[in-house]
Nanobody
Framework: QVQLVESGGGLVQPGGSLRLSCTLS????????IGWFRQAPGKDREGVAE??????????YYAESVKGRFTISKDIPKKIVYLLMSDLRPEDTGVYYC????????????????????WGQGTRVNVSS
């Protein structure tokens, strides 16, 4: 059973930075594509960033709204995927979820929640002055 545990959320001022971490247990990290999704109050869950497995050359995908500000990366031996978020804006506020999915499915439809097999419990990010 794959388990995903997020950490690193909190309150940050606009323009600030946060780094979220997702620790995977149960299986080899490189068996999966790993992504970050977020859900703001009253809105649907949306894909933010994904990194695929080594079999897909660790290709990364980003939502247009975060390109140039967010960076996804992974540490295979530690089984951790990071999301570095910079120049944060109030509209980045929400609960951020780590997700794991089949690399082939994710490659066909990146950032789509239907491709997720496992979800973390979420970590809350609040961007406010």
């Amino acid at each position: 059973q794959v388990q995903l545990v997020e950490s690193g959320g909190g309150l940050v001022q606009p323009g600030g930075s946060l780094r979220l971490s997702c620790t995977l247990s149960g299986y080899n990290l490189d068996n999966y594509a790993i992504g970050w999704f977020r859900q703001a109050p009253g809105k649907d869950r949306e894909g933010v960033a994904e990194i695929n497995s080594a079999s897909f050359n660790d290709v990364t995908y980003y939502a247009e709204s975060v390109k140039g500000r967010f960076t996804i990366s992974k540490d295979i031996p530690k089984k951790i995927v990071y999301l570095l978020m910079s120049d944060l804006r109030p509209e980045d506020t929400g609960v951020y979820y780590c997700a794991a999915g089949d690399p082939v499915w994710i490659e066909a439809r990146p950032l789509h929640p239907n491709g997720v097999d496992y979800w973390g419990q979420g970590t809350r990010v609040n961007v406010s002055s």
